[in-house]
């Protein structure tokens, strides 16, 4: 019998757990998650699997995975590690190191940076007490950083070298994909005023269409539609505040 | 013939870059590197190689690594596609994801957030224009962060799973370990008196002695002796501003 797939993170947002969520979700593998657990069993599972077990070490944070005695941290690695066992990293020698490239870069830019929006100065101060940074830092985020950011991803998507599209490494769909499309999702929630202005642009054109690609495919429509698909929070990675919700001028 | 291995980088600090550099170095390998080359080279080298190119999408931002046709960006991405040829990825099976949430998480703690401390507000402002956020921020990472940190990367050493130290792995010695040890190096640039204060606590022994046991490492000491090993600047990852170099109170 083989190991399940485990997901252990805390239950009530969708959190950097859901890129795992989205990778199992779309190859339509069965996987155990702790979401279905009450917030403090979800939380005392997580405690307890940061703690060295096997030959594992200590980690820091969740996501945490467990596949048999193997436990590992960290989201990019998680994927990683589930990308090739679910045929999720494109067809050509190397790929695995281009997608794995492009979900850091994901995360990077539009899940830590987004993150940081509200919580400028630390993490471990409440966000009423860095309030007047968030809102410095969200206009900057929305007038400069966005439309970087978002060049870029549409550059990808431009890319003739792997064919135009629709995907980031051409025709080959990967957990990249997921990635960015979760990282967009996001960041909708948080910045609603800024995406419409983006989408309206009609300079990022590449960027929402993959955003609604990846929607539209069935395993992962069928996975948005279900009750296992959590809602965002106003105490996850993405949030929404009306103070930080600007447009650019 | 094989072809070089060609790290791809700013010339003028050591920055992400560094982290490349320590591997191969530590390997005993021969690579290219666009540090020798005068900045406005290096700086047209990274541009070019952020370009799409053969089978490579485009990327945002260097660290850049080139094997033959392959290009790929993130500096633990690169850390991970060198590390099994290298043989710096521990010994057992799946060590390499043990390995690769390590070092993801070295680089997060260590590089990520003490280079966020000279600039909370936006990367696209400069230090200047964000001073006054930047003090506050240092501030509490020194006296939230730091410890909360250290006391994790002592609890990893003190690991009676894998061995009780003195690496990350117990009795392996891996990139992790050569992740953690530039982290701390350019950690102890940005806020020496942090460092000092926390060095002199005995609340981190084991930390240290990581440091200072990987520092000794031969071909690293070499390394570190030669011309190669560029200096830190005031405008790279880790920074020196005497107004940010507090310590916990």
Redo the contacts between chains.
Sequence with gaps: MTAPYELIYYTGVPGRGEHIRLILEEAGVPYKDTQFLSFSEAKKSVTTSLI??????????PPLFKHGD?V???T??IL??LGPKLGLVGK?E??L??V???A??AL??LS?EVH?THH??????AWEEQRV?SK??SR??VE??LP?VFA?WE??LG????GLGPW??GDSFTYADLVLFQCLDGTHYAFPKAMKQARESGKYDKVFKLYEDVKARPNVAGYLASERRQKYQDWGIYRHYDDNDVVAE
């Design positions: 060295s077990s096997h030959d594992n070490p200590s980690y820091f944070a193997l590992i941290s960290q990019p690695n990683l590690y050509q190397n790929d190191y281009r794995n490239a492009l850091l870069t990077d830019l830590n940081d400028p100065i630390g993490t471990m101060l940074e410095r830092r900057e985020w400069n950083r970087t870029y550059r990808v890319n003739e070298k792997r980031l490494l």
